[in-house]
């Protein structure tokens, strides 16, 4: 063996060497940023609802698949409230992560109108999940008939005999049903001296009141063609009165609803549109939420809506344009930071 070739094995034993040393030291390095490394986040909360097995119930549903989507193993629980005036409450004081609210609710609270005794105003929104549950003023035909009623306003006018049910008291649809019933100059006092009176009953009740005539009338927030409607039109004769501009306008200054206009054909005995209010039906958070996490869980639920919108066959307008779509009531400053990324604002 030359002396070169000695040499040359001398350096390659000393490469050798300090590769394996060097692999000693930095291995544990790597293990250990491994095991510092951030486990994936995940998401355990709550979203205050309404009574079980109606639409709400469902929507919470989608919401803990569309967060699951973004955030495997997370979670968000239904939890059963009395509704939207209620959750106020319940979000306001901690008893739960999220909460569905309608926007009027929203604004009665922001501004401490009645039921609220003082303005609360710790509540923001991430997102709104529908726009299309409009007030539909459904009047038996025969009855319509008999008095000459063609739109809302006429009730008022005409002064008949006339028994109106509308939601039980503590719902927003009862409150902007009086809303709309006052701004034509037919308050309760004014219908009972005509005769009439009011009924406060839950949407399946006013339902079957209509169909047993026990009931003129029913004025509720309902998705077009609900199950209740087309149930009471399979049993008596019904017409879908309009409202004016200046009711509409009245009513939306008063109770935060928006102008809405019933498609003509959207039931075979209302062939023209019909304008009128509706509600809508937001996802809110107190305003102390960390702004991170109500951007994840924004970015989650804008990004994965269709796990929203299949729940039930009415969610199918639901798109990301109308989630962003909530005025009168602020975004959460994380909710709002997703939108302007995602150009939504």
Do not use: C
């Not at 040499?7 to 390659?12: A, L, Q």
């Amino acid at each position: 063996m030359t002396v070169s070739s000695l040499k040359e094995g001398k350096i390659m034993k000393a490469f050798i060497k300090k590769s394996v040393l060097a692999a000693i030291l930095v291995i544990p390095g790597l293990l250990m940023m491994m095991n510092e490394a951030p486990a994936a986040e995940r998401y355990n909360l709550t979203v205050a609802g309404a009574s079980p097995g109606g639409l709400w119930s469902l929507l919470g549903a989608g919401l803990d698949s569309a967060l699951k989507a973004s955030y495997p193993g997370s979670t968000v629980t239904y939890q059963t409230s009395g509704g939207g005036i209620p959750n106020v409450a319940v979000l306001a004081r901690g008893s739960a992560d999220m909460a569905l609210i309608e926007d009027s609710v929203l604004q009665m609270a922001r501004e401490g109108k009645p039921p609220f005794r003082e303005p609360i105003g710790n509540i923001q929104v991430l997102s709104s999940l529908y726009t299309w549950a409009p007030m539909q003023a459904l009047m038996r035909k025969g009855f319509a008939e008999e008095y000459g009623i063609e739109t809302f306003a006429d009730i008022a006018k005409v002064k008949p005999p006339i028994t109106i049910a509308i939601n039980k008291r503590g719902n927003i649809a009862s409150n902007v049903a009086a809303d709309m019933l006052d701004a034509i100059g037919a308050t309760p006092e004014q219908i009972e001296s005509w005769g009439g009176e009011i009924i406060y009953a839950a949407s399946s009740e006013q339902s079957e009141l209509i169909q047993d005539r026990r009931a003129d009338m029913f004025i509720n927030s309902l998705f077009i063609n609900q199950s209740s409607i087309m149930q009471a039109a399979s049993n008596v004769d019904l017409k879908l009165l309009p409202l004016s501009q200046e009711t509409i306008s009245q009513v939306n200054e008063e109770a935060g609803t928006h102008t809405f206009v019933i498609p003509g054909g959207s039931y075979e005995w209302a062939p023209r549109e019909i304008p009128t209010i509706s509600i809508s039906t937001t996802l809110a958070v107190r305003d102390d939420m960390d702004e991170e996490t109500a951007y994840n869980l924004t970015k989650a639920f804008y990004e994965n809506y269709e796990q929203i919108a299949k729940v039930h066959p009415a969610m199918y307008r639901l798109k990301p344009n109308i989630m962003a779509s909530v005025e009168g009531v602020p975004f959460h400053p994380g909710a709002l930071r997703y939108l302007k990324e995602a150009g939504l604002r």
